[in-house]
Every structure is written in structure tokens, then in C-alpha cells.
């Protein structure tokens, strides 16, 4: 049986396309990628992103992605532990009690509570659009009293010279809405497709290609971690603030948000 490597680049030359074409689909490197047909993983970021590799090469030739995955942990030398069977005896079908239905289940129904139920439930909602009603009224008359009176006062105060613009975001429609107290946000949105995983607070949430025109919002208490294969295709708002290009394209790159903002961490040199 052939090796791995040779495996991907016969079926890649057989169908007659080259690394350039699989970078350009895939926004993987040439570099990466034939690091793969060559079975050089030391020169791969490693972990995730390998077998995500794995997969969109395979992806483009129309191969199995999940055979492809489990050659290249073959070839990697990367064992995946077995599933841990049932320790306990699972009983016969001729064991399992059976339920048989029973005449007047219907009889049994408490219509009388669900009733009254009902009557308070009307009896709140009736309460409520009173209150509302009433509240309504008491505000349109106070703001008509404070119009009235302003405008019969005299003006004694002189008008600003110069009207100062309220701060606006550099991109309204891109920033989230308002996070629960105690938590911070991070929006992502690709120019490019890019790999990425996402951790928030310890816990994965996203592990997959980020397409280009898409986004993802990712609420977190303590921190967020995230590894992309493109950073320089990515935008990032913090709280609804943008924040400046965060690398090149094609360029693996690791980010860690926490509630003041983007740490200080070392980036992965560029394929």
C-alpha cells in the first residue's frame, strides 16, 4: 500500500490539478501542502489544524475526508483510543415491559384547575394592559407639561457655537448587540475563507472554515482563544470596537481576548 503522501499527490496529478489551484480553493498554503504530500507534519502548525488540512485537500479531489483523516493519524503515528464498549448486559426484547394503554386517560385530566388557571392568566394580562395604559398617559402628559413650559420660558442661555457630533462606529451594522453583564464579545468576519478554532472560556465552539462574507459572535466570562490559518482575511470587533488588521494573508495566528481586551502573544510565522 502506497504511503499516505504518495497517495494524495497520485489522485492530485491523476485528475491533472496542481498545489497552486488546491491554495487558491482551500486559502491553504502551496508550502503546507506539499509539506502533506510529503509527509513533512513537523513543518504543519499542528493538532486541529493538520487533520482540518486533511480534509479540504482531500475535499477538493473528491476524496473520503474522514478516510483521508484516518491515513494521515496512520501515517502520523497519531493513535485515536476506541470507543469503551457497554459493561452491562443489555436486556432481551422479550424483558422490556410493555405499557398498555389504558380506557378513559382523558377522564383523569384536571379540566377544573386548567380552567381557573386560565381565568387568572386573563385576570393578569387584563391588570397589566391597565397599568400599561395608565403609565402611557401619565408620560405624554408630563413631556406635553415640560414642552409647554419650555417653550413659554425665556431663553437666557446663549446657543453653542459649534454642535459637537456624537461617536459613531466606523461600521454600525457590524457591531453586536449589548452583552449580559459579567461577559465581552468578539465578532469575526471573514474577507476570506479561513481555518479557525475558537475557544470560549475553555470550551470549543467552532473548529471548521470560516467563509468569506460570513461572521461569528462568541460571548465569553473569562477568555477567548482563537487559531487561524488566514489571519490577514479576518476583521475583529471587541465590544463593538473594531480593532486594527492582525496579520497577512495566509498567515497562522493565534489571538487571546480576555475583559480588557487583545493580550500580547507571539504569532506563528506566515507558510
Known amino acids: 500500500m502506497e504511503p499516505f503522501g504518495a497517495r494524495l499527490k497520485q489522485e492530485r496529478e491523476r485528475r491533472g490539478i496542481t498545489l497552486d489551484e488546491i491554495a487558491l480553493s482551500t486559502k491553504i498554503g502551496t508550502r503546507l501542502l506539499r509539506a502533506l504530500e510529503e509527509e513533512h507534519f513537523d513543518q504543519l502548525p499542528g493538532g486541529i489544524f493538520n487533520k482540518g488540512f486533511v480534509r479540504s485537500y482531500a475535499r477538493y479531489l473528491g476524496l473520503d475526508e474522514d478516510q483521508a483523516v484516518a491515513d494521515y493519524l496512520a501515517a502520523a503515528g497519531i493513535s485515536v483510543p476506541p470507543p469503551e464498549a457497554a459493561t452491562f448486559p443489555l436486556p432481551a426484547a422479550s424483558e422490556i415491559p ?68 456624537p461617536v459613531v462606529s466606523d461600521n454600525p451594522a ?43 459572535l462568541v460571548e465569553a466570562h473569562h477568555e477567548i482563544t482563537l487559531k487561524a490559518g488566514n489571519i490577514g482575511g479576518l476583521d475583529f470587533w471587541f465590544n463593538g470596537q473594531k480593532l486594527p488588521g492582525q496579520g497577512e494573508f495566509s498567515q497562522v495566528k493565534t489571538l487571546t481576548f480576555r475583559p480588557d481586551g487583545l493580550q500580547n502573544t507571539p504569532s506563528t510565522p506566515s507558510p
Do not use: C, N
Open 98 to 165: 410493555v405499557e398498555k394503554p389504558t380506557a378513559g386517560r382523558a377522564e383523569i385530566i384536571p379540566w377544573g384547575w386548567f380552567a381557573v388557571g386560565l381565568m387568572v392568566l386573563a385576570f393578569g394580562f387584563a391588570v397589566w394592559g391597565f397599568y400599561t395604559r395608565e403609565a402611557q398617559k401619565s408620560g405624554r402628559k408630563t413631556s406635553h407639561a415640560r414642552e409647554t413650559a419650555t417653550q413659554s420660558a425665556p431663553s437666557t442661555t446663549p446657543e453653542p457655537a459649534e454642535t459637537i457630533a
Open 174 to 216: 457590524a457591531a453586536p448587540p449589548a452583552s449580559p453583564a459579567g461577559t465581552f464579545s468578539l465578532l469575526i468576519k471573514a474577507r476570506e475563507d479561513s481555518w479557525l478554532s475558537l475557544f470560549a472560556d475553555g470550551s470549543p465552539v467552532m473548529e471548521d472554515t470560516l467563509a468569506a462574507g460570513s461572521e461569528k
